[in-house]
């Protein structure tokens, strides 16, 4: 069991009380963690495939933790790395999930991922499931992945597949998150994920004209051009919509949004949220009569986005990687008592 330490209110480290600067901390300044994994491929029923990255003890019996990444990130990203080095420590398995497109090789499919691509989670976790019949299945989802964990917990209700789970920096509205990332110095984050979106779909363009998939090229093609992209709404009405089969981005937005799932939750669920995220209204997150009885909701004053940076510069600690497994091993204590 996790002790009371592990439950405390998070504090950042002194001179890290910026929310742009516990955001910023992981991917410009965290040091590399290099871990040992090893690599599956799943194939879907539509015919493309996912990629998962596997650390920790192989056996049967061992609890194991999928890690979900965020927009334009991946099984590489510092905090699913940061997640699997902690859940080794406590002799569980982890496999981190690298979402249609993110693993370093461009998907099959003009369809793309997006935050509310549940049934490629709900496809991940059957396998899982079948793979390891004997062993406890968690989950923890960031931003993107923690709102498509929610939306599926909601829409699976008791048969979720998992016994617990945590979602971390949620994008509860994507429609609100989508007009936050376009104020003040946030705009620099939307020219970042622009240009990395923008990439995946050239990326994309590439792999279908060197193989000759002319279908696929088609499809990218009648998106028009993407040069004047420039804000989410742009992005989503005029590709993530159209790819997958959404009306347009007010439709998306209104579907994926996890926030309209959380009552339906019935897996024990830990959300940690930070009231300084420069990507999430505060109006935007869930009011304690939304949430499920299996809902825990830890909303921290700091912490940014997946920032979360506590100790000192010099020697920093990451209170998602001690918060986050003392839930699971809570879960897992009790799930064991019953």
Known sequence: MSSPADRRPFVPAFGLGNP??????GPLWRRTIHLDRRRERIWLD????????WHGPHDAHVPVVLVLHGLTGSSNSPYVVGLQQAMEKFGWASVALNWRGCSGEP???????HSGVSEDLAAVLAHLRAARPLA???????????NILLKHLGESGLDSNLQGAAAVSVPFRLDECADRIGLGFSRVYQRH????MLGYIKDKQRRFQHEGLSDGLAELAALGSLKNLRTFWEFDGRVTAPLNGFVDAHDYYRRASSRYFLGAIRTPTLLVQSLDDPFVFKHSLPDAGELSASTRFDLQNHG????????TIRTPSYYLEQRIPAWLLDVHGAHAQV
């Open 107 to 113: 998907n099959l499919l003009p369809r793309s991922y």
């Open 136 to 146: 406890p299945l968690y989950a923890v989802g960031y931003s993107l992945g923690g």
């Open 304 to 311: 940014g986005h997946v920032g979360f940076v506590g100790g």
């Open 20 to 25: 742009h600067l516990q955001t910023l901390w």
């Open 193 to 196: 994920f622009m240009r990395e």
């Open 46 to 53: 539509d015919g493309d495939f996912l990629d998962m990255d």
